[in-house]
């Protein structure tokens, strides 16, 4: 786990959903392929109404045409981020992209747990909504142990809420590699032995 993630902001509005996030027409493609799975990056946030995304210049998309990667890094949403169906595909399509952390004033507690569990990506709440302050494209830096969020465009310094234990899940990487650390399951390793 990084302790600092720095990146470029991309805005989005409140009750962006899952089917916002990765259409269901995108399901298709095996996230266990690696040429596959880069589909899932290509489309990520494809389903977004115009009026939901912070495009400051006209339409800058998330992902460029030909890419499965973002040039953003860090996602600022509204409240609700992540409504909608339960699908893990969502966190992980983001991850695809390049995206490391969300920062949200609230999540659907599915999507919330699902980036969690999985260690696809750090979902942060916020004591309010920064929308309004953060514009995408701004450099923003977030300091993980501290739980701040820092514009580095605008200098505005934000603390977040605590991740509270969910932090120590985050650090072995998804919940799997936790229980395992935590002596819940056996190491993989070992589950074949007699």
């Known amino acids: 786990m990084k302790h600092i993630i720095e990146g470029k902001a991309y805005v989005l509005g409140d009750d962006i959903d899952t089917d916002q996030i990765i259409p269901a027409e995108h399901l298709v493609y095996s996230l266990s392929d690696p040429e596959e799975k880069k589909n899932y990056g290509k489309f990520a946030l494809s389903g977004v109404p115009t009026e939901n995304a912070g495009l400051p210049d006209g339409g800058k998309v998330f992902v460029s045409e030909g890419k499965h990667e973002s040039e953003y ?18 966190p ?24 969690v569990d999985g260690g696809f990506l750090i979902p942060f709440e916020t004591q309010s909504n920064l929308t309004n302050e953060t514009k995408t494209g701004d450099e923003l830096s977030i300091d993980v142990e501290k739980e701040t969020f820092t514009n580095k465009t605008t200098g505005k310094t934000h603390t977040m809420k605590s991740l509270g234990e969910i932090i120590e899940i985050i650090r072995a990487g998804n919940i799997f590699e936790y229980a395992r650390q935590s002596g819940l399951i056996q190491p993989s390793e070992t589950l074949n032995s007699p």
């Not at 409240?79 to 339960?86: M, P, R, T």
């Not at 983001?94 to 599915?110: F, N, T």
């Open 73 to 90: 890094s860090i996602i600022v949403g509204g409240k609700n981020f992540g409504c909608g169906s339960s699908r893990e595909h969502a």
């Open 92 to 115: 992980a399509c983001l991850q695809i992209a390049g995206i490391q952390a969300v920062v949200a004033e609230s999540y659907a507690r599915i999507f919330y747990r699902n980036s």
